[in-house]
Each structure stands twice: as structure tokens, then as C-alpha cells.
């Protein structure tokens, strides 16, 4: 076969795009978890490659047929799992463009746009969230785009690693006995990123968190922190997050960053689900503090519209970072990097290339502009609430952490009820395999909770309504 003519490309282009529209009207209807079996996809498909080339129509019907079967609807508007990845037409356009430049934005010389559209997009984003200028490209700091929060939770750890050795551990190897901080409720990259980055998982201390509202207690990073100096070691780094996977809960950042901060300690934030929500005004109480963090990230592709990949990731200090990870070999050496007008995006996360990614975030703003994304977090935050209040008005269910946004955990607890993990597991399972919705679950303290998280593209209250409709009947017959 020869190539795709950009004529031929852009009639299968069109195919692709009906394919993708028609995909998201029906998506409601179809069964949220997949039902494939271990190796049923696989089983469909050819043993061998193709030797020679196939028709565009094959791989269409392949698409229905092979593909949709094995494939989990998180564009399904009764998806409530884990967190979304909601997404919207003009992402996904973004993406496209994307792939279609192809261009490796390495280098602010590589590709300009691809540097200053994202350098600027994430100004307008740090505005947009609210945080502190210091995190602006116009003063020391600087935003860049990461894959997800976990290179971006990495790239910070390493950052603050390099900054509490004075840059030597780049050189030598991590020998300093440094020692890293995070909730209880931390997500799992913080101790993947402690293991990459060389700290070793011994040295992640874990902070005690609330057993009501999850979220850490600045007390025991202190007391945690001074056994540590005590013993020689060298507190380096803390992650605070700012809702919590598990239940949504958000460390108090002001308390804890003002320990961290007297001991030198770096702050990072990692907002991956809620930052979304600091486009509205009314929730920036719980980022109170952000002036005091030295990094920072949250994922428009969980919750702001935008297909997955796309965490963005500030730093108040940007040459720290650039220290880090930048390495230039004489390949990679031109004048514009050298007359120091530019910002080299490689010297700012972990791969070589990378690719154009703002341009789906700028599509996504300048689509629905600021307003538009506030209206439609505000709504998700509303069905949130929403549901809550259905929730706590049941007496046969109890609601099992603070829920101030759009994720209420929750279980199912009816008098006597011998044994409510199993109860709540055997309800979850049971929800799950109707396909009519789906929900997670995580462990609080008082047991297994489900979580439901309001934030897919399509969700309307009537999904949130009849989702809990759902799960009510259900619990009866449990
Ligand atoms: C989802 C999430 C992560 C991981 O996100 P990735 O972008 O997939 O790495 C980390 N922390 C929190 C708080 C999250 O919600």
C-alpha cells in the first residue's frame, strides 16, 4: 500500500470524525464497564501481522466489532469511577492539530509556537486557578506542561532533591540521607516517584491523617519532621494534596507549608483532581496557602475538558528545575538556547521530546472561555451536592468523609447489618455488572466507602438522579 494522499486522509479523516460523533451519541447506552474477559479481545485478533496492506473499511468495522467490546466508557456520562477523564469536541480537535503538525517541541527552536503557546496558556491558567504571581513565566517561575501528576510529582521531587543538596546528588548519587513527607492519603505516585528519584521508600514518611476529614495533620509532619532532624537525616520534601483520591480531602497547605517552609523544606501541591475547581472563586478556600508552595500541579484531563495527556505543572523557581534536568549535548546546542531568551522545555521534565500539547488546552479556553469552564465545574459541584443530600437523607445510608465538591463517599448501612464491607463490596459488584453506571470504593477508617465522582462531559442531573436511584434499589436487595 502507498501512502495516504493528504486528499485520501482527509475522506478517512471524515469517517473518523463521524465515527467518533456517532460514538459519543450512543455512548449512554452502552454497558459503562466492559464485559471482556481475560484475553477475549486478544482472541480476536489475527495471530500474525498483516502481511499486506487492508482497507480503511475493515479497520472501521474492527473498531465496533473488536475494539468497543474491550473498551471501558469513560466518555459514558454514568461514569462515576476512580476520577474522570472527561474530555470535549474542541480537545480533542486540539489533539488532532496536534498530531497533524508533528512537531517535537524539545527546543524553543524545534518549534517556537509549540514553547510560547504553552508557556503563555499556562500564565492564563495560573491566573485562572488563582494562583500566586510568583508562578508566572514574567517573574522567576514558570509553567510547563507534564504528561500527568505523577512526572509531575517526580520532576518536583527531584527539583527539591538537587535544591537540599546544593546540586551535588546529580553528581554523586543521592549519598545525603534525605527524607520525603505526604499524607497517609497520598496518591501512590508519591511513593513511586521517592523509589525513581533514589530517596528509597524507607524514606517517605507517612503523615498521620484525621480519622474524620482525611486530611493530614500538620502536628505530625512536624513531630515527623523533627525526629528526622534529630537523627541527622535531611527533610527535603512534602507533597500536600488537595483532594485526596481516595475521599476528595484536602490537606490544610497554609499549616503544613509554613512548617515545611522554617525547615527548608520543598512544597509541592498536588491538586491533580480538584485544582480544577479554583476556576471558581467560591472554592479557592481550600488552596489557601498557595503563595507558600514552591510547585504545584493539577490535570486538565481529569476534570477541565481536555483528552488525556495533559497535567499542568508551575514552579515558583524555575532555575532550580532547569538545573536538574537540564544536560545538553553539542547536537542540541543552537543560538537561541544560548542567547538565554528562550525556555528549552526539555530542561523542564523528564523525556527529550515532546509534543504540542497546548494546543488542545488553548482550543479548550478559548472554546469555552473562562466562563464557560466556571459553569460547567460549578454544575458538576451542584450534582455533587446534590447527591450528597440524597445521601445523608437516607437512613440506611451513611455519608463517611467531608465531600465539599463533587466526590461523596458513601456507604450502604442498615440496622443490624452484620458485616458492611462485604455488604457494600457485594452492592458495588452488583451496580457495576448491570452496566448501568459505574462506581469505585476505597477504605476510610470506619470500612469500605464508594466513591462517587461527579465530572463527566455528559453527566446531567437526570444520570446523577437516576444513578442514585439505582444504587438505593439495589442496597434494598443486596
Ligand atoms: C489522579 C491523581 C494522580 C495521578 O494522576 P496521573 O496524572 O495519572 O499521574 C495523582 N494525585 C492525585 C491527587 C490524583 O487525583
Known amino acids: 500500500m502507498d501512502h495516504l494522499t493528504p486528499r485520501e486522509f482527509a475522506a478517512q479523516g471524515r469517517e473518523v470524525l463521524d465515527w467518533i460523533a456517532a460514538y459519543w451519541e450512543r455512548v449512554e447506552d452502552l454497558p459503562v464497564l466492559s464485559r471482556a474477559k481475560p484475553g477475549e479481545i486478544r482472541g480476536r485478533l489475527p495471530r500474525e501481522a498483516p502481511e499486506r496492506g487492508e482497507p480503511f473499511d475493515a479497520v472501521l468495522r474492527d473498531l465496533d466489532e473488536v475494539v468497543l467490546p474491550g473498551v471501558t466508557h469513560w466518555q ?48 492564563w491558567m495560573a491566573d485562572l486557578v488563582g494562583l500566586p504571581a510568583r508562578f508566572r513565566s514574567d517573574g522567576a517561575g514558570g509553567g510547563v506542561i507534564q504528561d500527568t501528576a505523577s512526572s509531575a510529582t517526580l520532576t518536583a521531587l ?100 509554613e512548617i515545611a517552609r522554617r525547615r527548608g523544606l520543598w512544597v509541592h501541591v498536588d491538586a491533580a483532581m480538584s485544582g480544577a475547581a479554583f476556576l471558581c472563586p467560591e472554592f479557592r478556600h481550600l488552596q489557601e496557602g498557595a503563595e507558600l508552595a514552591d510547585s504545584w500541579c493539577f490535570n486538565p484531563h481529569k476534570w477541565m475538558f481536555t483528552n488525556f495527556d495533559c497535567d499542568c505543572f508551575w514552579v515558583a523557581d524555575r532555575s532550580a528545575l532547569i538545573r536538574t534536568l537540564s544536560v545538553t549535548p553539542e547536537y542540541l546546542r543552537n543560538r537561541a538556547s544560548e542567547s538565554g531568551e528562550v525556555f528549552d522545555y526539555r530542561d523542564w521534565q523528564i523525556p527529550l521530546g515532546r509534543r504540542f500539547r497546548a494546543l488542545k488546552l488553548w482550543l479548550v479556553l478559548r472554546h469555552y472561555g473562562a466562563e464557560g469552564l466556571r459553569r460547567h465545574i460549578r454544575e458538576h459541584v451542584a450534582l455533587g451536592q446534590e447527591f450528597l443530600a440524597l445521601v445523608e437523607a437516607e437512613p440506611d445510608f451513611e455519608v463517611l468523609a467531608p465531600a465539599p465538591l463533587n466526590h461523596v463517599t458513601f456507604r450502604y448501612r442498615p440496622k443490624g447489618a452484620a458485616d458492611p464491607d462485604a455488604l457494600n463490596m457485594r452492592l458495588l459488584h452488583a451496580l457495576n455488572e448491570s452496566g448501568a453506571l459505574y462506581l469505585t470504593h476505597t477504605r476510610v477508617p470506619a470500612g469500605i466507602g464508594l466513591r462517587m465522582v461527579v465530572a463527566q462531559t455528559q453527566t446531567t442531573r437526570e444520570h446523577v438522579l437516576a444513578a442514585w436511584r439505582r444504587i438505593r434499589d439495589t442496597a434494598r436487595s443486596a
Request: glycine share 8%; aromatic share 6%; proline share 5%.
Open 158 to 257: 527531584l527539583a527539591a532533591r538537587e535544591r537540599a543538596t546544593g546540586f551535588e546528588s546529580n553528581r554523586v548519587g543521592v549519598r545525603a540521607p534525605l527524607t520525603a513527607y505526604g499524607s497517609e492519603e497520598s496518591h501512590s505516585s508519591l511513593l513511586k516517584a521517592v523509589r525513581i528519584a533514589g530517596l528509597g521508600s524507607d524514606n517517605l514518611r507517612s503523615i498521620q491523617a484525621h480519622p474524620a476529614t482525611r486530611a493530614a495533620l500538620p502536628d505530625a509532619f512536624e513531630r515527623l519532621v523533627e525526629e528526622d532532624l534529630a537523627a541527622g537525616r535531611l527533610p527535603a520534601f512534602v507533597s500536600v494534596t488537595l483532594g485526596t483520591t481516595s475521599t476528595g480531602a484536602f490537606d490544610p497547605l497554609r499549616r503544613i507549608a
Open 76 to 123: 459514558s456520562p454514568s461514569f462515576f469511577a476512580f476520577f474522570p477523564s472527561n474530555l470535549s469536541g474542541s480537545s480533542v480537535l486540539g489533539e488532532l492539530l496536534s498530531a497533524g503538525l508533528g512537531v517535537q517541541g524539545m527546543l524553543w527552536a524545534t518549534s517556537p509556537a509549540c514553547t510560547e503557546i504553552e508557556t503563555h496558556v499556562l500564565d
